[in-house]
């Protein structure tokens, strides 16, 4: 079974969890783009659903298949979002954005009420961080050099996402630093003190908020809870 055939697996899982009625985050990324043909699917077929979208592409790929929106300076609702993952840790700690949609995706999972999180096995880790996946933090353009300077203070190393020989902008016009660690050793606070930094908006780091992650392996679909969660 190939990856392609993997993130299938964990789309169709993910469905589950959408009821009718109920207004969904859609997340973005490369295993989202199989839970939207999915979703359009049931909506054929009946399913009374409202989307908010993380990304212009996710918006444009739910209007093409036919699954309404909400606008996205409405007062939402979620009662569910779905969302895909770089890394996962066995603490359920995500490193997510490599798409470079962070800001909104940290939006939408904080508005809802049940974020439910959709990987193939190859993004479960045992400690996020290391050499093939960087984390992702969007910052103003104002003064991104020295701030590039001060993020290495925690102990990576920093590049500029670049897209066709200039900075990648993101839809609200930030830049993105990519930090690269040898491993994250405590997410939770690294989290807080990158938030906390001026220039920086939102670190691709998504601490104690996946309520269930949904893992498509080899053997078939692995459901993780947050540890001292009962299923």
Request: glycine share 10%; hydrophobic share 45%.
């Amino acid at each position: 079974m190939d990856q392609d055939a993997l993130k299938k697996m964990a789309a169709e899982a993910a469905l589950e969890f959408v009821q009718d009625g109920q207004v969904v985050g859609l997340g973005t990324g490369s295993t989202f783009r199989y839970v939207i043909p999915k979703l359009a699917e049931r909506v054929k077929e009946g399913l009374r659903i409202r989307g908010v979208a993380t990304s212009l592409i996710t918006a444009r790929l739910a209007m093409d298949a036919g699954i309404p929106l909400l606008a996205d300076d409405a007062e939402w609702d979620i009662d569910v979002a779905l969302d895909g993952a770089d890394q996962v840790d066995p603490q359920l700690a995500l490193i997510k954005g490599g798409g470079g949609a962070l800001l909104k995706e940290k939006i939408v999972a904080a508005a809802s009420r049940r974020f439910v999180v959709v990987v193939d096995e190859t993004k479960r880790v045992p400690v996020l961080g290391g050499p093939v996946v960087p984390l992702p933090v969007e910052v103003v353009p104002f003064g991104w050099r020295t701030l590039a300077k001060r993020l290495e203070g925690f102990g990576c190393r920093v590049t500029p996402r670049m897209k066709d020989g200039a900075h990648f902008l993101t839809e609200a016009g930030h830049y993105i630093l990519d930090l690269w660690f040898p491993e994250i050793e405590a997410p939770a606070r690294l989290e807080g003190e990158l938030e906390q930094t001026p220039g920086v908006v939102c670190a691709g780091l998504f601490v104690g908020r996946a309520d269930l992650v949904l893992v498509a392996t080899r053997k078939g679909l692995v459901t993780l809870h947050p540890p001292g969660t009962r299923p």
